[in-house]
């Protein structure tokens, strides 16, 4: 059978979305940033080592949680089922670009049920709603449930249509400089240098990443990147003349606030 019918045969049978939440049993943006954050410490999310980094900014992490969920769900909001008694689980979602969203900070209190819940409801939601063009997640690969449901999709759905990528975290103090000895440089994106970031975030994550963080359109407004801008000795396009490797980035980092 094909994709785009099986599509539409899972939409057939999906709830209006006017009772999509009663279906699932899953309330939105009902628990307060307080309870959600004790329900963080509760499960194990907020891990030791998580925890001593947020720690110092964790009344400013919360402040900033508040005012997204003022937008309703325009920005932000929090998915949650079960109960006290039989455990609960929450899931929150968050617009990364104007058109693509994520799912993250999945929890429970060792309910199933309600984690199922939550993600089905959220996609569904994202279904009926029709405004999201991508969506993505993250997950830490020694995490056995999320790798086992989310790190094999291209074998359900293809690569043409989805991507997993292993990737490296780093944190970095935004007043850290760069050592200027290894002919690196930081500048401001601009719309020039857009053709060359496609380029390099094709190379290094595929179409796919290209696509849900939307790079060929408005990337000043998407993500205010900066560009890193290395030695004309590595990495620059073939044929690439001397003042054009004097201006075209080969490394770009897009910073996350």
Not at 46 to 55: E, F, I, N, S, V
Not at 66 to 92: F, N, Q, W
Not at 207 to 222: S, T
Not at 226 to 255: D, H, K, L
């Amino acid at each position: 059978m094909l994709l785009d019918v099986q599509d539409q045969e899972i939409v057939d049978k999906l709830p209006r979305l006017s009772e999509l939440h009663e279906a699932y049993g899953v309330q939105v943006n009902s628990i307060p940033v307080s309870e959600l954050f004790d329900l963080y410490e509760r499960t194990g999310f907020l891990y030791p080592d998580k925890a001593a980094r947020l720690t110092p900014h964790i009344e400013q992490v919360r402040e900033n949680w508040r005012r997204m969920l003022r937008g309703g769900e325009s920005l932000l909001y929090v998915l949650t089922a079960g109960d006290e008694e039989r455990g609960r689980a929450s899931l929150a979602v968050w617009r990364t670009t104007l058109n693509g969203w994520m799912s993250q900070h999945l929890v429970s209190e060792s309910n199933p049920y309600a984690s199922r819940a939550v993600m089905l409801d959220g996609s569904a939601a994202s279904i009926l709603k029709g405004v999201a063009e991508s969506h993505q997640n993250w997950f830490r690969p020694e995490n056995r449930f999320p790798t086992r449901v989310f790190g094999t999709m291209v074998e359900t759905i293809g690569e043409s249509h989805s991507s997993v990528k292993r990737h490296a975290y780093f944190s970095l103090s935004r007043r850290m400089r760069l050592p200027s000895a290894g002919g690196i440089r930081t500048v401001p994106y601009n719309s020039s240098h857009k053709q060359a970031l496609c380029a390099i975030a094709a190379g290094a994550r595929g179409n796919i990443y290209v696509a849900a963080e939307e790079l060929k359109g408005d990337v000043e407004f998407e993500v205010g990147a900066s560009v890193f801008v290395a030695p004309a000795t590595y990495g620059w396009p073939t044929g690439a003349t001397e003042r054009s490797r004097s201006e075209q980035p080969s490394y770009i980092a897009v910073p996350w606030a």
